[in-house]
Nanobody, 132 residues
Framework: QVRLAESGGDSVQAGGSLKLACATS????????IAWFRQAPGKAREGVAT????????YYADSVKGRFTISRDRATNTVYLQMDNLKPEDTGMYYC?????????????????????????WGQGTQVTVSS
C-alpha cells in the first residue's frame, strides 16, 4: 500500500514562496504519475501539476504555469512543489496523489492527468493560505 504525506503548508503574503513536499512510503511505483491538487473552500478540487516519476517529465495547469515547479527526488521518493509569486487565489488545501502508469508516461503529461478521478492514492493534505 502506497502512502503519501504532504508537508510544507503555511500562511504567506501575496508574492511570497512556499515549497511543499510529498513523502511516499510503502511499495513505490517508480513509474508512477504523481500530481498535486488543490481545493479552495466551496470549490472543486483542481489539478495544478504532474510529474512522471520515471523520467521527471512535468505538466502544469495554465493557472500556475511559470510560477509553480514540480520536481522529484528519486533517492527519497519525494515529490516537491515549489510555489513562487503566490496569489490569494492559490489559497487552499493542497494534496498529492499517485497512480502507477508503467511505461505509459504520456498519460501523466496531458490535461487529463489533472483530473482527480484517475488517482488511487491520496495524502491527507497541507493548508496553504495566501493573504493580500
Amino acid at each position: 500500500q502506497v502512502r503519501l504525506a504532504e508537508s510544507g503548508g503555511d500562511s504567506v503574503q501575496a508574492g511570497g514562496s512556499l515549497k511543499l513536499a510529498c513523502a511516499t512510503s510503502g511499495p513505490f511505483y517508480s513509474s508512477a504519475c504523481i500530481a498535486w491538487f488543490r481545493q479552495a473552500p466551496g470549490k472543486a478540487r483542481e489539478g495544478v501539476a504532474t510529474v512522471y516519476f520515471a523520467v521527471d517529465h512535468t505538466y502544469y495547469a495554465d493557472s500556475v504555469k511559470g510560477r509553480f515547479t514540480i520536481s522529484r527526488d528519486r533517492a527519497t521518493n519525494t515529490v516537491y512543489l515549489q510555489m513562487d509569486n503566490l496569489k490569494p487565489e492559490d489559497t487552499g488545501m493542497y494534496y498529492c496523489a499517485a497512480i502507477p502508469v508503467g511505461s505509459y508516461g504520456y498519460i501523466c503529461l496531458s490535461e487529463s492527468a489533472l483530473d482527480q478521478g484517475g488517482y488511487n492514492h491520496w495524502g491527507q493534505g497541507t493548508q496553504v493560505t495566501v493573504s493580500s
